[in-house]
């Protein structure tokens, strides 16, 4: 039943299934549209497709944005990983490296195929999606804007609290320097003052708060001139969850910066 609620129309948006750059993808727009948008791409969790964004999606297109979820590797309709195999999460850092490295297709894709304004793209991502989103934003300057709910935007980072917590050090020097690349932290040249929302739960037992932290501290020093730009929004008593006051939080941001 719930995944036929998913399948209902909607009198707001139009909801398109599509290949963006040869990926499986949902496309968002506001019915009636025909013209140049500002677009969001929007990129799911682990264990997640594009096919549980809908909801969201929906709400963020209904405000007179596009919104573009494609599936990420190994996920959706991209011949998914066994997620129940204890091994599985050794895949993690290669689908998010791929996630990045796959983005600048994405984007030309949305602006020469689906009408997306290229002044105004921002990128957004839940959980395993807040690292990719965080990614694409280091990888691509030209983004306006990033929104980032339960993620990380620095990986070298997050791999030091993912590694504390295992008791043992999870990736060699090599996986290392490829994190580094797509590390904000570690090109802070490309931040320019481009507005970064990150919204945390409190009380996240997967993605801990903690990584989020460290990145504020040490980019908030990047954000001299504009410091409302750059924002960290912990939500007390929220677990790995994206509440719809988070969501809430994201759509004004949007709305203020893109």
């Not at 935007?153 to 320097?177: H, I, N, P, T």
């Amino acid at each position: 039943m719930v995944w036929n609620i998913f399948k209902h129309d909607n009198v707001l948006v139009e909801v398109m299934e599509v290949k963006i750059a040869a990926i499986p993808a949902l496309r968002f727009r506001p019915k009636g549209t025909s013209s140049c948008l500002p677009t969001v791409v929007y990129y799911h969790g682990w264990r997640s497709s594009k096919e549980f964004m809908r909801f969201s999606a929906s709400i963020l297109a209904s405000y007179g944005y596009q919104v573009v979820v494609p599936d990420a590797p190994k996920h959706g309709a991209r011949e998914p990983l066994d997620f129940d195999q204890p091994d599985a999460l050794d895949q993690f850092w290669p689908v998010v490296c791929r996630a990045v490295q796959e983005s600048k297709g994405v984007l030309d894709a949305a602006v020469d195929n689906h009408d997306a304004d290229p002044k105004r793209i921002a990128v957004m991502g839940s959980s395993m999606g807040g690292f990719i989103a965080s990614g694409v934003f280091a990888a691509n300057p030209s983004v306006s804007c990033l929104v980032t709910f339960n993620g990380a935007c620095s990986w070298l980072k997050a791999e030091e609290v993912f590694s504390r917590d295992a008791g043992q050090k999870r990736v060699d020097s090599l996986l290392a320097a490829e994190l580094s690349v797509y590390d904000l932290l570690e090109n802070r040249h490309v931040l320019n003052e481009r507005p970064i929302l990150m919204l945390h739960g409190e009380a996240d037992s997967v993605i801990s708060i903690e990584m989020q932290c460290m990145f504020y501290r040490e980019a908030k020093d990047s954000y001299c001139e504009h410091p409302e730009r750059l924002k960290l929004i912990e939500v007390p008593g929220v677990d790995h969850h994206t509440t719809m006051g988070m969501f809430e939080l994201a759509v004004d941001w949007i709305k203020q910066y893109l």
